[in-house]
């Protein structure tokens, strides 16, 4: 199952503690709380509880880890690493639907020029 209006929401299910983020329509646990700082901060877990059921039936990708931070380099483009490979975050907008924070990006340099891009985040 894919539902269009999670896209972006950090949810977790009634009946377990994993929380996920919906990215590209699947759900991406988020591995442990070192790897939610990394990509939403240190302030209040901001998450909808949804019933279980929904959580199952949702399509799932692979974990969030702590090989996905938000990186930016030599420009304004913020990126997240993702499975390897570097997502333009398209707009301002964008980042903060998904409740990324703007305190946890890492500055890079010319090394994000290294990294192969994969589809935007939009």
Known sequence: MSDPSFEGKHI??????AIYLVLDGK???VANPAVWEAL?????WKFQVV???LVD????????DQTTPLIKGDGDPVYLIDEKKKRWISSPDVFNRYGFSWDTIKSVGSVSD???S???IN
């Open 57 to 64: 039936n949702f399509s799932k990708g692979a974990a969030i």
């Open 12 to 17: 977790k299910g009634d009946s377990n503690d």
């Open 27 to 29: 759900l991406r646990h």
């Open 51 to 53: 019933p279980q059921a």
């Open 118 to 120: 994969g589809p935007n």
């Open 40 to 44: 939403f901060g240190t302030g209040e």
């Open 114 to 116: 290294l990294i192969p």
